[in-house]
């Protein structure tokens, strides 16, 4: 079982990625290095709690309205 990667790691990985999602050149220069670091924490925050999107993928967790996304918007 050495090969299976731990809870720990699974975290620490959506961390990154999450981070790296935030890093972005619109934030890096908006923001001064103390401000930068707070609204990482909280983009962090908001997107464990609420789940969010990264690259593409869903990671909120709520699968319940997986059918809406069928739904086509009425123009």
Do not use: W
């Not at 890093?23 to 908001?46: G, M, V």
């Amino acid at each position: 079982m050495a090969d299976t990667p731990d809870r720990t790691t699974g975290i620490k990985l959506l961390i990154q990625n999450l981070k790296k999602e935030f890093r972005i050149p619109e934030n890096l220069e908006h923001y001064s290095e103390e401000d930068f670091q707070e609204a990482e924490k909280k983009f962090l925050k908001f997107c464990l709690q609420n789940g969010c999107h990264l690259d593409g993928r869903d990671l909120s967790g709520d699968k319940a309205n997986d059918d809406l996304d069928l739904v086509q918007p009425v123009e």
